[in-house]
């Protein structure tokens, strides 16, 4: 085990806090959502695609249609969760867009136990359960159920679903494939969604400001290689209910941002919220570790 899979759970961290950005540049950015969608992949794939054809050439040749047909799919339910988010972030508050968005661990935990009828522990749940109430208490519990918000605020709850269901889809695939080849098969699956719905819906390739290439830049650089790449990688290393739980910390980090640019200044209840969410987040880490710890003595028959 090198340095990197040692430290994979800080390297989500950092992952969650690059993430945090991409409210505040999809704000900035003056483009639909699907524009918003193709720039961030158009920029972010080549950095992959050289390093998968420089190095992994023989694994990429060796991926079966399958497994193919896997990355496919979780690059369907990738671009889905960005332009429903994309969406979000132009019809509400970046506080309420990324705590609706950040409820996917519950649909993971809902979909794992459920149908794979997988285990976890109680106080793991514990800790899910008060890290995502504390977020919902970031907005001080006043979403608007009226007019513009409230479609945000639908949209952000699909986002939600469609982020669980991608990284279930990477947590299989990652087992199976190099992870740089799976994260160039799945980017590129995203990217020819969003191509085909430029094509179809006729939204403009060019036009765009100098300050929107440059946020959109900085959207790919930041936040895809930054934060969906590095979770990706992690996908193979740590369970997806740890990483879309301390994804939750996003809303902290973003919604700090928002205060700063924007002057969206936090309540007393979204301050709370956000002690509620950090600690919530620090006692499923801690709960998560035991678990795994018991599940490797486990199979070592201890």
């Known amino acids: ?84 988010w994309f969406t979000a972030i132009g019809h509400t508050t970046v506080a309420s867009a990324v705590v609706l968005c950040s ?52 949209m952000a709850a699909l986002g939600a679903l469609f982020m669980a269901l991608y990284f279930l889809v990477g947590r299989r695939m990652r087992k199976e494939i190099n992870a740089t080849v799976y994260v160039f098969l799945i980017f590129t699956g995203c990217w020819i969604v969003f191509l085909i719905g430029m094509v179809a819906t006729g939204t403009p390739f060019m036009g765009y400001s100098g300050a929107d290439y440059l946020y959109l830049f900085a959207l790919a650089i930041i936040c895809q290689i930054g934060a969906h790449a590095v979770f990706n990688w992690c996908l193979g290393h740590v369970s997806p209910l740890y990483i879309s739980t301390i994804e939750t910390g996003e809303a902290i980090f973003a919604s700090t941002l928002a205060v700063i640019l924007f002057a969206e200044i936090p309540t007393l209840w979204q301050i709370i919220g956000g002690a509620i ?26």
């Open 103 to 154: 409820t996917h661990p519950i649909i993971i935990l809902l979909i794992t136990s459920l149908f794979f009828r997988e285990k976890t522990t109680g106080k793991a749940v514990i800790g899910v359960m008060v890290a995502l109430a504390g977020a919902a208490i970031i907005t001080g519990g006043d979403y608007s159920f009226a007019g513009d918000a409230i479609f945000g605020d639908i």
């Open 1 to 84: 085990m090198n340095v990197f899979e040692r430290n994979a759970k800080k390297v989500v961290v950092m992952g969650a806090v690059a993430a945090s950005f991409s409210a505040i540049f999809i704000r900035l950015v003056d483009a639909d959502p699907i524009a918003i969608g193709f720039y961030r992949l158009t920029l972010a794939l080549p950095f992959f695609a050289v390093a998968v054809f420089l190095w992994h050439r023989q694994e990429l040749w060796s991926i079966t249609k399958k497994q193919l047909l896997g990355c496919m799919l979780g690059g369907l339910f990738l671009a889905a969760h960005f332009f429903t």
């Open 277 to 302: 969410t950090i600690c919530g987040l620090l006692y499923y880490n801690y709960h998560d570790i035991d678990h795994q710890k018991e599940e490797i003595q486990d199979r070592a028959g201890y």
